[in-house]
């Protein structure tokens, strides 16, 4: 879902280029081409960390043998996964903008 906003949003944003071929729009549609490759290198390198962490932690519980009577170990597991993905979701973000209204 990251993927198909990053790469719509381009796409509007390179549209807007089209049939200018002067020098700042070259570098305009440069930069927004960087931004894109960007993002998605960064969201394949979110998505094989959280994998990772899935695989890591799949493999922990079938060697720690946690049990169902273990729901303590079971849950501190899962809160430990869960605030390692919002980590992994929020850590270099770039905020959105603020849209300016008219006024």
Do not use: C, H
């Amino acid at each position: 879902m990251e993927a198909s906003t990053t790469a719509m949003l381009s796409d509007s944003t390179i549209k807007q280029f089209e049939g200018m071929n002067d020098d700042l729009s070259s570098v305009a549609r440069m930069r927004v081409m960087k931004w894109e490759r960007i993002q998605l290198l960064n969201l394949g390198k979110l998505t094989a960390a959280a994998s990772g962490l899935s695989l890591g932690l799949l493999i922990l519980g079938s060697l720690l043998s946690v049990s169902v009577n273990q729901i303590a170990f079971s849950g501190i597991l899962v809160l430990a996964a869960v605030v390692a993905i919002f980590i992994l979701l929020t850590y270099r973000r770039e905020p959105e903008q603020r849209r300016r209204t008219a006024e």
